[in-house]
């Protein structure tokens, strides 16, 4: 019996590493970053009621919740945001990594070419996006209503991660209709964990100290 449980064990063990496998692949991320690697310094303010161990625990995507990280560049935002996603696969979940500025060129590539419905169709079983480096880049009025309405369409549903170097105040400044940004901050912030980062890029000190 003991023999047949650690065969059965193992064999379980060895399917959920090939799933994790096999969905962080599915997941793009850009680099192999890793919540291990991640140092959680002093520069990350956390909302009331939002804890390191909370947002690590992945709760937020069981609920359906969101998570927004804002701060200036290189202070850690895209790797936390790999983390938690690279930790999702592990744990069973679907999750899509992408840069903003090509979700909206493929959402209006899949406009052009009546595709947009398969487009949305793709990402019917995911269960948590990744949309990194919510920025500086304008989109057009139609590049900004599709990314909108696909969020919208996501809100409450599914589990987002954003990462901007913009408080909401300035989103402004990415979409063209001021209204629609406004509908976008006002869904965020009802679903969302918002946590900012205070200080300098570790780029930058990563950078000084070799100097040095
Ligand atoms: N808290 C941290 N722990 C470990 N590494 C970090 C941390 N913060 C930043 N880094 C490292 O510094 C580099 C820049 O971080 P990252 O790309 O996540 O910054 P970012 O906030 O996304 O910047 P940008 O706004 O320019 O996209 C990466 O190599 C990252 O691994
Ligand atoms: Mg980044």
New binding site residues.
């Given amino acids: 019996m003991q023999y047949l449980n650690d065969l059965f064990d193992e064999e379980h063990k060895l399917r959920e590493q090939t799933k994790s496998i096999r969905l962080i692949k599915k997941a793009k991320f850009l680099?192999k970053?890793n919540l291990h690697?991640?140092?959680?310094?002093e520069?990350?303010r956390f909302p009331p009621h939002t804890s390191k161990e909370e947002i690590c625990s992945l709760s937020f995507i069981e609920k359906g919740e969101s998570v927004v990280?804002v701060?200036?560049?290189?202070?850690?935002?895209?790797?936390?945001?790999?983390g938690l996603g690279r930790k999702a696969c592990e744990n069973g979940y679907e999750v899509r990594f992408y840069r903003v500025a090509h979700l909206v060129e493929e959402l209006e590539q899949a406009l052009r070419l009546s595709k947009l419905s398969a487009f949305r169709k793709k990402l019917e079983k995911v269960d948590l996006i990744i949309l990194?480096?919510m920025?500086y880049l304008p989109f057009s009025k139609e590049g900004s209503e599709l990314l909108l309405q696909l969020i919208s369409e996501f809100y409450e549903q599914k589990s987002l991660i954003i990462?901007?170097?913009l408080e909401f105040s300035q989103w402004n400044r990415i979409f063209v209709d001021s209204r629609l940004t406004a509908a976008l901050v006002d869904r965020l912030n009802h679903h969302a964990h918002i946590i900012s980062?205070q200080g300098e890029?570790?780029?930058l000190?990563?950078a000084l100290s070799k100097r040095k």
């Fill in positions: 680099d970053k690697t991640y140092e959680w310094t520069q990350i990280l701060g200036s560049p290189g202070t850690g935002k895209t790797h936390l945001a790999t990194n480096e920025s990462t901007s170097n980062y890029s570790c780029r000190t990563n």
